[in-house]
């Protein structure tokens, strides 16, 4: 509760500092590579505010989703897989700043660095280990489906990245985004997600 209590301060500050002109909107969609996961798919809206020709901040929501965490385990030299976890999604609310570093030609590259909170639905099951009574060697390893549980976390996430924007007129610019965010599960537990993203801004 403390955590989403701080992020609505967070993104309250946000909304008196844009209370002004120079606003754009960005819609958005790509995939994701989480590590241990399979490939799954991200949808995104943005709001972002120009505060000089260098510098901008933004804040953006969306619906990340994707399916089963998959899981290696190593015995006697024989590889093993199953999964722990499927069905995800995640649902991101984040604030962040843009800085200008290069123009190619009719292009501006942007470096980005934000901060957030992230909502994550999914399912967790446990693992079964079958091991050979004599030698006690693990002969097959399987995901439990009567193990089934519905979780529902919220932790808090950091991220950067790189944008590419390209004008289309003076209302509309094409963006491509490549982007790494850290989810701050604990101290000893973080998961890294890689976001490769493509949309439109548009001026409000």
């Not at 994701?32 to 953006?60: C, D, Q, W």
């Not at 190619?104 to 999914?122: C, H, V």
């Not at 979780?151 to 924007?165: K, S």
Request: net charge neutral; hydrophobic share 35%.
């Amino acid at each position: 509760m403390k955590s989403i209590i701080s992020f609505i301060a967070l993104v309250i500050l946000f909304s008196n500092i844009t209370a002004q002109s120079n606003d754009r909107i960005k819609v958005s969609c790509g995939i994701m590579v989480p590590s241990s996961e399979i490939k799954g798919f991200t949808t995104n809206i943005e709001f972002e505010h120009t505060l000089s020709e260098r510098f901008k901040i933004y804040a953006y929501t969306g619906l990340y989703t994707w399916d089963k965490n998959q899981l290696v385990f190593e015995d006697k030299s024989k590889y093993y897989s199953c999964y722990n976890e499927d069905e995800h999604k995640l649902f991101p609310l984040y604030i962040g700043s843009k800085m200008l570093i290069s123009n190619i030609k009719t292009f501006n590259i942007f470096a980005n660095l934000e901060l957030g909170y992230n909502f994550i639905n999914y399912n967790s099951y446990e693992i079964m280990i079958i091991k050979n009574e004599p030698d006690q060697y693990v002969s097959s390893l399987y995901t439990d489906g009567s193990t089934r549980k519905e979780m529902h976390d919220g932790f808090w996430g950091i991220g950067f990245g790189l944008n590419l924007v390209q004008s289309i007129t003076d209302d509309v610019s094409l963006a491509l985004e490549v982007k790494r965010n850290s989810i701050l599960k604990s101290s000893k537990n973080i998961t890294t997600h890689y976001y490769y993203n493509a949309g439109l801004f548009i001026s409000i």
